[in-house]
């Protein structure tokens, strides 16, 4: 799948500005002397060297290739803070380079917009650090007020300009090939590991013009943050079907259980959608697993495609699929569904015949009294099986009243 124009712009843009930007800053740091900005620098190229090294060694050596969280930009953080802003380019390159090369790797242009951006959030942090603290080159100077507010209001400048570019490549791009970052741009964990690894840059910087070497007993709080780092997408493979990147059928349940008790509370209507490709097996022995699973794909694909934000989509197992639908009448769902339905019929799957989806459609209307989860799924289960028995590539619908 080509990329867009526009994400390519955003992303081309972004790196002009990251090369350009840093060196046109007044920086944070003019009054030390290059002899220190170099010890510095190699600092804080070290630190990113162990970081990386530590997520490896939690890792057991794995490459990981969709992982928001690498720590890569605490270094990039502490260097706006302690360094002139035309530092962030090597630093910052080298530590993406170094992680590339021990196999935290991405698609490439995603890499290295990622590293851009990256900069660039730097580069806000570094000014609005300037302009909160001035040129006084100890952060931890006098009670340490002063630094602590400026590292505050720095990191939340980085996190706020690092939030606005990835949105940017996100929602520029193909909606398939950004679900992985439009998903964890819309989690909440993402925004406070990110947090913690900023105040963890912010705090070695702080450390490092007040106590100098005592950075180094900062290492326990490094592994702690590559641990948490690597908490968010271990849940995520936990959660999530590898085959077909959505939910597996245990995690879309409670999900979708959450969200039909929000909507019985806010008296909204809920819709929970079954589907089963036809004939699948026949499709397997005609055409192997291989093309088989390419079609599991592809239909999961179909199905995202008509599917807003807010709704929540899982593998039931095999070639079924659920839906839960919030706050959407029967009518809106049925014609969700129909949408579906016709998706998967035109979808293309390479060296395959097409395939047809059924649909079971249990619709939930706005009650006084609360509707058990599983009498709904128990409804889209038999509605399915109605729609198979009246001859499959259709969408069969049932309402669901409190008892």
């Known amino acids: 799948m080509r990329t867009t124009r526009a994400c390519r712009l955003w992303v081309t843009a972004a790196v002009v500005a990251a090369l350009v930007v840093p060196v046109l800053l007044v920086p944070l740091g003019q009054g030390s002397t290059a002899d220190s900005w170099v010890l510095t620098g190699l600092l804080l190229i070290g630190l990113s060297v162990l970081n990386v090294e530590i997520g490896r060694l939690l890792e057991g050596g794995r490459s990981d290739n969709q992982r928001p969280h690498k720590g890569l930009s605490a270094w990039a ?26 196999g935290l790797r991405v698609t490439p242009w995603k890499w290295v917009g990622s590293a851009a951006y990256v900069v660039l959030a730097a580069s806000a942090a570094a000014v609005t650090a300037h302009l909160v603290i001035g040129d006084e080159p100890d952060l931890m100077h006098g009670s340490g007020l002063v630094g602590l507010v400026g590292v505050l209001a720095a990191a939340a400048a980085f996190l706020a300009v690092e939030t606005v570019m990835f949105h940017g490549s996100a929602y520029l791009n193909h909606q398939d090939d950004e679900v992985w970052l439009r998903q964890t741009l819309r989690t ?40 948490a780092a690597l908490h968010e997408p271990l849940r995520e493979r936990a959660d999530q079907d590898e085959k077909t990147g959505t939910l597996r059928f245990e995690s879309w349940r409670r999900l979708a259980i959450l969200g039909s008790e929000r909507c019985q509370r806010r008296r909204q209507p809920w819709s929970v959608l079954f589907a089963d490709l036809d004939h699948f097996k026949a499709f397997n022995d ?6 088989g699973d390419d079609a599991l794909v592809a239909v999961a694909q179909a199905i ?5 934000s807010d709704d929540i989509l899982g593998r039931f197992g095999g070639e079924e699929f659920c839906i839960f639908l919030p706050g959407v009448t029967a009518e809106e769902a049925l014609r969700v569904a ?8 035109s979808s293309s799957i390479p060296r395959a015949a097409p395939i047809t989806i059924s649909i079971g459609l249990a619709a939930v209307a706005p009650e006084d009294d609360p509707i058990e989860f599983v009498s709904v799924l128990t409804a889209a289960d038999r509605a399915l099986f109605q729609a198979k028995h009246d001859g499959r590539n259709r969408t069969s619908l049932v309402t669901v009243d409190a008892a």
């Open 338 to 345: 129909e949408r579906i339905r016709c998706g998967v019929s």
């Open 286 to 291: 005609a055409w192997g697993h291989l093309v």
């Open 77 to 102: 953080f502490a260097s706006a803070l302690l360094l002139p802003t035309w530092w962030l380019v090597p630093i910052v390159a080298f530590t993406y380079a170094h992680a590339w090369w021990r």
């Open 188 to 227: 909440a964990s993402f925004y406070l590991t990110e947090a913690g690894v900023l105040l963890v840059g912010g705090l070695s910087a702080a450390i490092w013009t007040g106590g100098g070497w005592f950075v180094l007993l900062l290492a326990p709080v490094y592994l702690i943050t590559q641990r």
């Open 304 to 308: 995202r495609a008509e599917l807003r």
